[in-house]
């Protein structure tokens, strides 16, 4: 039996929806490429890359554990920043959040088309790919406004059918690994290791946005730590096998495959019909990474709404299904049009950057709380006090100071902008 919250939002997700769209998020089309990018770093020694970033995003979703345990409303990462920091920084995050969500998704969106463009040239007409885009959007829409039950299961579904052609290479790749391509000769520098582990950061990102529906999990005490965890846990433990097995079977070969290394990889141990299928899963990826952000951004535009930052029309609850069914249409039209506009690669270096702020205010905002609270009994509770947070702040930072100038100059850029719109905003409210 389900229960509505304060916001009139039912909560319906259980530990397996919010693990299950956590490893829906952060696994997209990134890995189909990802083992050649990184071995042309680290060569041989590529997995200490993987196991540096699993490191890292681990302890920062234990903050989102335990932070997410106790903040229980609608919004994710805004919610906890906001709650920690006020409003100025809750819109900062707020905005930050869903537009890069928009970012990537239209990003996703492109790549998929482009792929299909392989087998379907008409994917490469601008009148076709609207329709097809449009197609996609629509049909995640319909889902959702429907009931976050029917989103939930939908993600469910499509992470199950994504996690299958990668299965099936991680067997077939260890029947036919070379152990002698697994051996170490030598050790990466500390720079390289950075280089590479800067690159391969953002493949581990996205599972947060799995907790933008905090408002509409069971159980947020108990659901949140067990979700997220495993499900970040599952993220890392596929990676690591996935690399280990393109090493594995290619060796120093793997560097040639730098354009789909992973049907390189299932071409050699499984033969043609390999090559076809990690193409498919590739497609198939991109398309349910794009169903996880229909289901969570809107969300975050939802609780923006409330907090008088958004069109108070984007706060409207559906009468019948309990969804935020303007928020979820206006995200979808955004979507539509960034996807469809060449405009948006030239923000995905505010994208990347954003994220990393981002985590480090949720990081933050755990430590502020933990020092502030009074009852000791209430969520998930990090062992060694702060030291887990004040230790995944510090590497946050370390990768923030690892950022090009280009891309720290259009941060500070894109902050500016957002700071004079909440200006306005709260002008305009005090005079209202």
Known sequence: MSSTNHEGLRREIGVLGLAA????????????????????????????????????????????????????????????IHAAFGPYAGFLANTMFWFVGILADAAIANAMADMLSIYLPL????????????????????????????GDNMVKINTLIKLVPLTILIIAGFMGTSI???????????SKLGEASILLFFAFAGGE?????????????????????????????????????????????????KEAPLAAVANKVIGSFGSTLMIAGAVFSMFAALSGSVLSYPRVIFAGANKGWMPKIMAKVHPKFATPYVAIITYAILDLVFSLSGGFKQLAIIASASLLVVYFG???????????????????????????????????????????????????????????????????????
Request: hydrophobic share 55%; aromatic share 12%; charged share 10%.
């Open 21 to 80: 769209n956590t490893l829906n998020r952060t696994i997209g089309a990134g890995i189909f490429v990802l083992p050649a990018f990184v071995a042309s770093f680290l060569g041989e020694t590529s997995i200490l890359a993987y196991l540096f970033c699993g490191f890292l995003m681990m302890l920062i979703m234990l903050c989102f554990s335990e932070i997410g345990s106790k903040i229980t409303s609608t919004g994710g990462a805004y919610a906890y």
């Open 123 to 150: 994917l490469s007409e601008i009148l076709f790919r609207a329709i097809f885009f449009l197609l996609v959007f629509g049909f995640f829409t319909f889902v959702n406004i429907l009931g976050v039950k029917h």
């Open 180 to 190: 002698d391509n697994l051996k170490w000769h030598s050790l990466p520098t500390i």
């Open 209 to 257: 946005a799995s907790l933008n529906v905090s408002g509409e999990l069971k159980n947020p005490q108990k659901v949140v730590p067990l979700g997220i965890l495993s499900g970040m846990g599952a993220v890392v433990l596929f990676y690591v096998l996935i690399q280990t097995v393109s090493q594995g079977v290619l060796g120093a070969d793997l560097l040639n495959f």
């Open 362 to 432: 949720v990081v933050a905002a755990t430590i502020k709380l933990r020092l502030q609270e009074t009852d000791k009994s209430i969520g998930f509770r990090l062992p060694f006090g702060v030291g887990i947070p004040a230790l995944t702040a510090i590497s946050i930072l370390w990768f923030l100071s690892n950022l090009a100038m280009k891309e720290i100059t259009s941060l500070a850029i894109f902050l500016g902008i957002l700071s004079s719109l909440y200006l306005l905003i709260e002008f305009y409210r005090k005079k209202k």
